[in-house]
Every structure is written in C-alpha cells, then in structure tokens.
C-alpha cells in the first residue's frame, strides 16, 4: 500500500519502499538496534537481519481506521544488555520524526515489534 496525498500543485503517490527506507534507516541507526527483521520469517526462535534494499519485510504503513494520520509496524532485532522499553521509546520518536519530515504527512502510531535480542560482538 502507498500512501497518495493531494497538494496544489497536482497529486504525489509515496510508495511503501520508500516509507520503509526511510523508517528502516532511521531504526536501525538508534543505540540498541541490531538491525531490522522480517516479521514473517520467525522460525524457531532465528530471525535473519534484513539488509537494507528488503527493510520492506520490516515496515509495514497502513491508514489508521480511527484518526487522519497513518501507522507504521516496525519489526527490529534489539541489542543484548541494553534496556528494551528505552531504546524503543527512541525508535519510535526517531522513526516519527523522520517519516514526518520526509513525507510532510502525519504518522499516529509508530509501533515497534522486538523480534529478537542479539549480542553485538
């Protein structure tokens, strides 16, 4: 799903690629972020990083039903030994605020998935 928006100038069609770039990036360069992960590909406890031309599998953009903005699911591999709840409320307010200026549209909900934690050697 892209995410069409009208200015006076004519209409603009933002594709999910381009919204998962730009989330993708701005999550994975938060402290405590190993990387992104695809939320479909969890098997048995192993989640493969994604490497940046898939951060598509990661960020998934949708129009929230209730409010104007949209809402964006991040799915990210955390960082052992780091706190978790910390480095997400980081995620999330980096991942807004980027998106937000990019795109010049609102985003409600940045919801952020830990889809594993990974010791970074």
């Not at 603009?12 to 190993?34: M, P, T, W």
């Not at 991040?74 to 910390?86: D, H, R, S």
């Not at 609102?106 to 050697?121: A, L, M, R, S, T």
């Amino acid at each position: 799903m892209g995410i069409d928006k009208t200015t006076p100038l004519g209409s603009i069609k933002i594709s999910i690629e381009a919204i998962a770039n730009v989330a993708g990036e701005a999550a994975s360069q938060c402290y405590g972020v190993v990387g992104l992960a695809d939320k479909k590909n969890l098997r048995q406890g192993l989640v493969a990083l994604l490497k940046p031309q898939d951060y598509v599998k990661g960020v998934y953009c949708h129009h929230h039903r209730k409010s104007k903005g949209y809402e964006v699911e991040v799915y990210i591999v955390a960082a052992y030994g780091v706190k978790i709840t910390e480095v997400l409320s980081e995620v999330q307010k980096r991942i807004r605020y980027e998106l937000e200026q990019t795109f010049d549209i609102p985003f409600q909900y940045v919801n952020v998935f830990v889809q594993g934690v990974k010791e970074i050697n």
